[in-house]
C-alpha cells in the first residue's frame, strides 16, 4: 500500500516535471506577450500615461473610465460599433448558412473551389483589399461611379467614402466580404456531420425540406453557430484597418478600436494620451466579454 | 408513401445562378488588382469602365519600383545592395511569416501534446487562462505591448511583430485537439522500452500529430503577412516595413496613383493567395478543428 502511494507519488512528479518543461516555451511567450501586457493595460487605464514620458505619470483613479461617457468621439465611436456588429454579425451567420447549405453536398472540386473563392477577400489581406475597393467607391476614378452613371441609374457621382450615413455601409459591405470565409469553411462540415439517419427519418415520415432543416439539422449545426457569432462579434467589434485605411474615422465612421488608435498616436493636443486609450480597451475587452458570456449561457440554455 | 426528396428544380437552378453571381462579386476586387496593375493611365482614369486592359503595360511596376529605394538586406550590422523598397518589405514580411511560423508550431507542438496527455498539477488553470486569453479580443493589448517592446528595446524592430504572434495561444488550443487523438497506450509502451521524454515526443508523438503542425503553420504564415495593425504600431522606418505597412504608407502618400498601388496590392496579395492555394487542404482542417469546444 505505502509502496504503491509512494510509487505514483514519484510519477506524479515526474509528469509534472515533464508536463511544465513542454509547456515551459508557450508559456513563456503566452505570459511575457499576454498576460503581462494585459494587466499593463488595466494598470495603464488607471493613470494619465502619454507616449513620451514628458511629465511623470500620475495615478488618476477611474477618472479615465469617467470621462469618456462625457466625449462626444467616443460614444459617437460606440454607435458606429455596435451599428457594425448589429448588422454584420447575423448578415454573416445567415449568408454564411445559405452559402453552405447550398454547397455542402457538391463534388469535391466545385465544393473546394466555391470555399476558396469565398475565403479569397480573407487571405488577400486587409491592406490589398482595403486599397483596391477604396479605388472602386472613388469619386472620380471608381468604376461603381462609372458602371451606374453610364447605365443611367445615377446622374451625378456619387462620394462614397465620403458621405455620412452612406459611408459606414460600404464599410460594413467590406467587412462582410472580409469575414464570410471562415463560417462557411465550418458550416460546410458542420452540416456535412449532421446525423444522416435522423434526416431520413424525418423524411420517411413526411417532414419537408424546411421542417428537416429547423427541427433537425438547425438544433445539430447550433454550437457551430455559436463559436460563429462569437469570433464575429470580435472580429466586428475590432474593425480597425478599414476604418484606418478608408476614412481615418472621418464621414461619421469612427469606431472605439479606431479612436483607441486615434487617442494614443494621433491625437495633436494631448499626444499619446496612454491612460485614456487603455481605459477604453478595457471597456471594449469588458463588452466582449460580456456579449461572449450571454451567447455562451444562451447557447447551453438551448 | 414515398415523399419526394431534394429541393425543387427552380431552387437548385436559383442557388446555383446566385452561388456564382456572388463568386464573381468576391473574385471582382482580385481581378480588378490584377488587371489594375498592368493598365495604362488612359484606362484607370477612363470615363467609362475599362474591364480589361487595352494594352498591358509595365509602367506602374515601374514607378512602385522607383517611388522608395531601401538596402536589399540587413544582416549583422551591415547594408545589402540598394534596390527597391518593395523587395526588402517582401523580404522582411517572409521573414516575418517563417520566423512566427517556426516558433509558434514548436512550442504549441510541445504545449499542446503536454496539455492534452501530460496529467500534471495545475493543469486545468493553465488550459482554462488560455481559453479565457483567446476570447479577449488581441487588440486590446496592442499598447501595452508597445511599451513593453519599447523597453526590451525591440521597437521598430522585426522580432516585436513576430514574439506576440507566438504568444498567442490558439496554436496550443489547436495542437491540444489533434493529440488528444494519441492513444495512450502507444506513450506508456514508449516509456517502458525506456525512451526519454523527449525521445518520446520526437519520435512517436509528433509523427502523430503532424497533420495539426500543417494546419497550424499555414494559418500561422496567412495570419502573421497579413497582421496590418500590429505591423503598423511597432515598426516605423521604411526598411523595417512589411510589404502590407508599405503599401499602406505609399496609399497615404500618393492616393491618386491607382495604378501603382494596384501594382503594389497585388505584389502584397499574390504571394499570399498561391502559398494558401497550395496548401489550403490543411488550412481547412486547422479552421475546422481549431473550432470544435473542448
Redesign the interface.
Known amino acids: 500500500m505505502n509502496k504503491k502511494q509512494g510509487l505514483s507519488r514519484a510519477l506524479q512528479r515526474r509528469e509534472d516535471v515533464a508536463g511544465y518543461l513542454f509547456m515551459a516555451p508557450s508559456l513563456i511567450f503566452f505570459i511575457g506577450f499576454v498576460i503581462i501586457p494585459m494587466f499593463i493595460c488595466v494598470g495603464m487605464s488607471l493613470t494619465d500615461a502619454t507616449l513620451h514620458n514628458a511629465a511623470p505619470t500620475r495615478f488618476v483613479g477611474l477618472k479615465n473610465f469617467i470621462t469618456m461617457w462625457t466625449d462626444k468621439t467616443f460614444l459617437g465611436a460606440l454607435k458606429n460599433t455596435f451599428l457594425i456588429v448589429v448588422v454584420s454579425v447575423p448578415v454573416t451567420c445567415l449568408f454564411s448558412l445559405w452559402v453552405a447549405s447550398a454547397t455542402y453536398k457538391m463534388h469535391n472540386v466545385p465544393l473546394s473551389l466555391f470555399r476558396v473563392i469565398f475565403y479569397l477577400p480573407v487571405v488577400t489581406g486587409s491592406v490589398a483589399v482595403t486599397v483596391v475597393w477604396k479605388w472602386i467607391f472613388d469619386n472620380y476614378s471608381g468604376i461603381l461611379n462609372t458602371v451606374l452613371k453610364t447605365s443611367g441609374i445615377i446622374q451625378k457621382n456619387i462620394n462614397w467614402l465620403g458621405t455620412p450615413g452612406l459611408t459606414i455601409w460600404c464599410i460594413i459591405l467590406i467587412l462582410l466580404t472580409t469575414s464570410v470565409g471562415q463560417p462557411i469553411v465550418l458550416y460546410i462540415s458542420a452540416l456535412g456531420n449532421v446525423d444522416q439517419s435522423l434526416v431520413e427519418a424525418a423524411e420517411v415520415d413526411g417532414a419537408n425540406n424546411l421542417q428537416v432543416f429547423w427541427r433537425i439539422k438547425w438544433p445539430q449545426i447550433m454550437p457551430t453557430t455559436l463559436y460563429i457569432i462569437v469570433i464575429t462579434t470580435i472580429n466586428s467589434f475590432q474593425c480597425f484597418a478599414l476604418i484606418q485605411l478608408l476614412t481615418q474615422g472621418g464621414s461619421d465612421t469612427n469606431t472605439v478600436m479606431y479612436y483607441i488608435y486615434y487617442t494614443a498616436f494621433k491625437m495633436t493636443e494631448q499626444a499619446g494620451h496612454f491612460g485614456y486609450a487603455n481605459a477604453m480597451g478595457v471597456i471594449l475587452a469588458i463588452f466582449i466579454g460580456i456579449l461572449s458570456a450571454i451567447q455562451f449561457k444562451l447557447g447551453s440554455e438551448k | 408513401?414515398k415523399?419526394k426528396?431534394g429541393?425543387s428544380l427552380g431552387y437548385r437552378i436559383f442557388?446555383w445562378v446566385?452561388?456564382i453571381l456572388?463568386?464573381l462579386?468576391?473574385?471582382f476586387?482580385?481581378y480588378?488588382?490584377v488587371t489594375?496593375a498592368f493598365k495604362p493611365a488612359t484606362d484607370?482614369?477612363?470615363?467609362?469602365?475599362v474591364m480589361w486592359p487595352s494594352e498591358w503595360v509595365m509602367k506602374n511596376w515601374q514607378s512602385l519600383f522607383v517611388k522608395r529605394t531601401a538596402p536589399l538586406f540587413h544582416i549583422f550590422g551591415i547594408d545589402g545592395p540598394t534596390g527597391p523598397a518593395a523587395f526588402r518589405w517582401l523580404i522582411n514580411t517572409v521573414f516575418m511569416a517563417v520566423m512566427a511560423m517556426l516558433?509558434t508550431c514548436?512550442?504549441?507542438a510541445?504545449?499542446g501534446?503536454?496539455?492534452a496527455k501530460?496529467?500534471?498539477?495545475g493543469?486545468a488553470l493553465?488550459f482554462s487562462?488560455?481559453i479565457a486569453?483567446m476570447?479577449?479580443?488581441?487588440?486590446?493589448?496592442l499598447?501595452?505591448?508597445l511599451?513593453?517592446m519599447s523597453i526590451l528595446k525591440l521597437m521598430n524592430n522585426i522580432w516585436a511583430v513576430i514574439?506576440?504572434t507566438?504568444?498567442?495561444?490558439f496554436g496550443?488550443f489547436l495542437i491540444k485537439q489533434f493529440a488528444e487523438s494519441i492513444p495512450g497506450e502507444i506513450l506508456e509502451a514508449a516509456r517502458i522500452d525506456g525512451a526519454s521524454?523527449m525521445k518520446t515526443?520526437t519520435t512517436v508523438v509528433f509523427p502523430m500529430i503532424k497533420p495539426g503542425i500543417g494546419a497550424l503553420a499555414i494559418f500561422t504564415f496567412?495570419n502573421s503577412?497579413?497582421d496590418?495593425?500590429l505591423q503598423?504600431?511597432m515598426l516605423s522606418s521604411n526598411e523595417n516595413y512589411t510589404i502590407?505597412?508599405g503599401?499602406?504608407t505609399l496609399?497615404a502618400e500618393t492616393?491618386v496613383d491607382?495604378g501603382l498601388?494596384?501594382a503594389?496590392?497585388?505584389l502584397?496579395?499574390i504571394p499570399?493567395?498561391i502559398v494558401?492555394?497550395i496548401f489550403?487542404q490543411y488550412f481547412?482542417k486547422g479552421?475546422?478543428m481549431g473550432?470544435v469546444?473542448g
Open positions: 408513401m415523399i426528396t429541393s442557388s446566385m452561388l456572388l463568386a462579386f468576391f473574385l476586387p482580385l480588378w488588382i489594375g484607370i482614369y477612363a470615363r467609362k469602365p516558433l514548436a512550442t504549441a510541445m504545449s501534446y503536454s496539455l501530460k496529467r500534471f498539477r493543469r493553465v487562462l488560455i486569453a476570447a479577449l479580443p488581441k487588440q486590446v493589448v499598447i501595452p505591448l511599451k513593453e514574439l506576440p507566438v504568444g498567442w495561444p496550443v521524454e515526443f496567412i503577412w497579413n496590418y495593425f503598423l504600431i502590407s505597412l503599401i499602406a496609399q492616393s491607382m498601388l494596384m503594389g496590392a497585388a502584397a496579395s499570399i493567395i494558401f492555394l489550403q481547412t479552421i475546422t473550432a469546444k
